[in-house]
């Protein structure tokens, strides 16, 4: 299955073709509107989306990236579908860096998985996956422990996927991350998003995860594609944008999907930009939307 992010850009690159748009701002208003509709469907998922759909839209509309003489005689065409093609191969390169996105980290991030080390992951992450594949398949031997991930058991799904590849994993309850903890060599998860200052959007129970590798010296690392980068600054739970946490309009009845985990708790994140430091993460969001 494709990812929500994945599907809401290209429904936003395809977008381009079938929405009228006689100007420029005209066309980028029909995309935000388009956007805005994608981000109200997407349920877990959320923030991946809003970032996701947000950055969409700044890319294909990014002059800066494009300087030479013949973006310029783009943009001051008369007509307005030498901007309108410039805009779909604009999309679609934006398809391809995302495409590509996993397989970078991969590349990254593999080289942390020494044999021997006994991998922590939370809920079912496609990044992750990625990794521990290309470790596996570089004949790195590992074995992995994945929580149920309550209340929608996603972790079962990242367990079939392990085994299917051959991989040695084991499930384990929520609750039981406090006992296990002594025995993993490091905690590795992905991200619904990455907030402005480093911290760390994602499923319900990573935010105790994290402390719990804390205590015990543990390193906590985020596999996260840069389209994930979020500009929201939360200092703490309270501070997560209600359609990040909830799935249902009836707050109160609602359990959160998601918690927020600062970043005095990751030690790496590792992006299809490179391995950073939480604090590295503010300075790559000003360069995707200068």
Known sequence: KQSL???????????????????????????????????????????????????????????????????????????????????????NQFMKRLMLSRKKIAQLAYPFITDGVTVLTVDMSRVVLEILTKAHDNMKKFHVLVTVSEPDKNGLMMLKALRDRGIHATQILDCSIGFVMERVDFVLVGAGGVVTNGGLINKIGTYPTAVMARSLNKPFYVAVESFKFYRKYPLGQMDLPNYCKYLDTDKEKDHPFVDYTPPSLINKLFTDLGVLTPSAVSDELIKLYI
């Open 5 to 91: 992010l994945r599907v809401a850009s290209s429904d936003l690159s395809s977008g381009i073709n079938a929405e009228y748009g006689g100007t420029l701002q005209q066309l980028i208003e029909q995309l935000q509107e388009l956007s805005s509709r994608l981000k109200s469907v997407v349920g877990t998922s959320t923030t991946s989306v809003v970032s996701g759909c947000d950055l969409f839209v700044r890319f294909i509309t990014l002059r800066s990236l494009n300087k030479g003489q013949v973006d310029s005689d783009i943009w001051e065409s008369k007509s307005f579908d030498p901007i309108r093609r410039f805009l779909v191969e604009r999309g």
